[in-house]
C-alpha cells in the first residue's frame, strides 16, 4: 500500500526508519535505501515515498501519456519509477516495457531507482539483468527492457505500460510506435456486466530540457502542462497548438523545487556554468531550438483581438505546390504603429484557382497599404504558354500579385528589427507561421560552424512574411499617409501588363487544367 500520512516513530538502532502499521498497529522497518518495508505483525507491505508538491500532479493524472522533463536533481527518475512500480502492483498480468538508447543506461540509472520501489518477496522468481534485464512478479506483471534502436522487438509487444528514459535522444517514431502497442487486455476494467468501464495503460515519456519532438510533438500538443513553483510556463502557452491533445499531460520541474536535495548541491552545480545553462538545466526552461533565425518569435506572441475595418493592412505571398501555398495578413494600428499578422492562408497540392478564391474572401473588403507583396519569381513566364502565375492569378481572381523584395539576409535583418524593437507582433492563432518560426533555422557546416543563410526547407510562410516586411515604411504610421491601392487594380492597367498579343479568355481555357495544368474553378 502507499500510504500518504505515515505515523513515524524514529529511528532504530541500526537506522532503519520505524513506522506504525496503519492496518493492526504492528511496527514496520524501512532501510534509508529503498522506499518499502513490512510489517512484523500482518506482513503488510509499506511504501514510504512521499512526493514533492509538483509532483502530486503526476501521480494524480488520469492522462495516458505523460511528458516528465526536469532539472538537474528534480527526481524525474523517482518520480517515474514510483508510478511505474504502482502500475506494476496494480495490473496483474501486465506487461511494462522500460526502454532508452543504451542498455546500460537503464542498468546504471533507472533499474537501481525502480528497485527501491519493489520489494523482493514480490518476485516470483529472481529478476534477469543480461543479456535484457526482466523481472517476472507473483502478480503475473512483468517488466522488460529493450534499448530502444531494437525497433523490431518493440513492434512485437503486447504492453500495458512504457517508460521512455531520456527521450531527447530517442527517435520519435520509436514513441509512436510505442503508442501503438499498448493495447494488452490486462489493462482493460471492466464492470460486474463485463462492460469496459476505464483502462490502466500509461506511456511515460522522461527527459531533461532538451528541444525536439518532446518539446514539438509532446509539450505543446498536450491538454494540461504542470510546473513546479519555479518554472515559467508562459512561453508554453502561447506556442502550444490549436487543438491539444487531452491524453496528453506535461509536468515540468525546476531543480529548485526538490526540497530533499542537499544544501549545497544546487551551488555546487552551477559554479562556472553560463547563465543560459542555469536557465535550461536548473529552472527547465526549453530555449528556442538552437540556431534560430528568429529567436525573438516567441516574444511577440499575443492573443488575438478582432481587427478592426479601418486598419490598413498587408500581406505577403508565396507559392508552391507540394509545400504550401502561403499567404501572411498584417495589420497596422493607427496610434501604436504595431503591425500585428493576424491571420495565414497555408495549403500546398491545391491548384491556383482553388487558392485565389480563397484568399480573395480574406482580403476581400480590406484597406491596403499596397498590393500582395510576393515572391518575385511569380512574374516567371510558363515555359509552355508563356503565361505567369502572376497573370493567370489575376486572370481568375481579379487580385495583382506584386513582386516583392526577395534579398533574403536584408529581409530576415528587417524581420528581426521590427520584432526587437516591438513593431511586429504575432497573433498565437497562427499555428503554422509558429511552427515554421520555431523550425527556422541558420544551416550548420560540415565543420558545425554556423552559416549565414537559413535552411530552405518548410520556411514558406517565412519568405511571405519577409515579403510583408519588406513591403513596409520604417515607420508604420506612414502606411496611412499614402493613397493606397483597392483590392484590384483598373482591369484595363492590369491587361496592359500582360503579353501584347494574349487574349485574356484564352488564358482562362474549357478543359480541365487550364493554364499551367493545375485545373479552374469558378469565381461567379
Not at 512521499?50 to 524525474?76: D, E, M, W
Request: charged share 25%.
Amino acid at each position: 500500500m502507499l500510504v500518504n500520512d505515515l505515523v513515524f516513530k524514529g529511528y532504530s538502532d541500526d537506522g532503519y526508519k520505524l513506522y506504525k502499521c496503519p492496518l493492526c498497529g504492528g511496527e514496520v522497518k524501512v532501510h534509508e535505501s529503498v522506499f518499502y518495508g513490512r510489517c512484523d505483525t500482518c506482513l503488510a507491505t509499506l511504501i514510504d515515498y512521499k512526493p514533492c508538491a509538483h509532483q502530486v500532479n503526476f501521480h494524480k493524472s488520469k492522462a495516458k501519456f505523460r511528458l516528465n522533463i526536469g532539472g538537474y536533481g528534480t527526481g524525474k527518475t523517482t518520480m517515474d519509477a514510483a508510478e511505474i512500480a504502482m502500475h506494476v502492483f496494480d495490473v496483474p498480468n501486465g506487461r511494462t516495457l522500460i526502454t532508452a538508447q543504451s542498455l546500460q543506461q537503464v542498468r546504471e540509472a533507472v533499474l537501481p531507482e525502480l528497485e527501491k520501489f519493489l520489494p523482493p518477496w514480490f518476485f516470483a522468481k529472481n529478476p534477469t539483468k543480461t543479456p535484457l534485464p526482466k523481472y517476472t512478479m507473483t502478480n503475473g506483471h512483468e517488466i522488460i527492457v529493450y534499448a530502444s534502436d531494437d525497433e523490431e522487438k518493440i513492434r512485437s509487444l503486447n504492453l500495458t505500460a512504457f517508460w521512455i528514459v531520456e527521450a531527447s535522444g530517442v527517435d520519435y517514431k520509436i514513441f509512436t510506435q510505442l503508442q501503438t502497442r499498448l493495447r494488452n487486455r490486462a489493462a482493460v476494467v471492466k464492470n460486474r456486466e463485463g462492460y469496459e468501464i476505464e483502462h490502466k495503460f500509461i506511456g511515460i515519456v522522461e527527459s531533461n530540457p532538451e528541444e525536439g519532438w518532446i518539446r514539438d510533438e509532446f509539450l505543446l500538443r498536450s491538454g494540461k502542462i504542470f510546473a513546479s513553483k519555479n518554472v515559467d510556463v508562459s512561453s508554453y502557452d502561447k506556442l502550444k497548438t490549436k487543438k491539444p491533445e487531452d491524453s496528453y499531460h506535461s509536468f515540468l520541474s525546476a531543480t529548485v523545487d526538490n526540497k530533499y536535495l542537499p544544501k549545497t548541491f544546487i551551488s555546487d552545480m552551477c559554479v562556472g556554468k553560463s547563465e543560459k545553462w542555469i536557465r535550461k538545466y536548473i529552472y527547465c526552461y526549453l530555449e528556442v531550438k538552437e540556431g534560430a533565425v528568429y529567436p525573438e518569435y516567441v516574444d511577440n506572441i499575443v492573443d488575438p483581438f478582432p481587427i478592426p475595418k479601418n486598419w490598413v493592412r498587408i500581406f505577403g505571398f508565396d507559392k508552391g505546390w507540394s509545400d504550401a501555398t502561403c499567404l501572411a495578413c498584417g495589420a497596422i494600428d493607427p496610434t501604436t504603429g504595431i503591425c500585428y499578422i493576424y491571420d495565414e492562408y497555408y495549403e500546398s497540392q491545391k491548384p491556383i484557382t482553388f487558392h485565389a478564391r480563397r484568399i480573395k474572401e480574406m482580403i476581400d473588403g480590406c484597406i491596403m497599404y499596397k498590393g500582395i507583396q510576393a515572391d518575385p519569381s511569380v512574374h516567371n513566364k510558363s515555359d509552355r504558354d508563356g503565361v505567369s502565375y502572376q497573370q493567370y492569378f489575376y486572370q481568375v481572381s481579379n487580385i495583382w500579385l506584386e513582386e516583392g523584395n526577395n534579398a533574403i539576409m536584408d529581409g530576415i535583418d528587417r524581420v528581426r528589427d521590427f520584432m526587437y524593437m516591438g513593431k511586429l507582433k504575432f497573433f498565437a492563432s497562427c499555428v503554422n507561421m509558429k511552427e515554421e518560426a520555431g523550425d527556422y533555422t541558420w544551416k550548420v557546416a560540415k565543420d558545425g560552424t554556423q552559416e549565414d543563410i537559413p535552411v530552405d526547407r518548410k520556411n514558406h510562410l517565412m519568405d511571405a512574411l519577409r515579403y510583408l516586411c519588406m513591403g513596409l515604411p520604417f515607420d508604420f504610421k506612414d502606411c496611412y499617409n499614402v493613397d493606397r491601392p483597392t483590392l484590384a487594380d483598373n482591369k484595363d492597367t492590369l491587361i496592359n501588363r500582360l503579353k501584347p498579343d494574349t487574349d485574356v479568355s484564352d488564358l482562362i481555357g474549357t478543359s480541365e487544367g487550364g493554364a499551367f495544368g493545375l485545373g479552374m474553378y469558378s469565381l461567379n
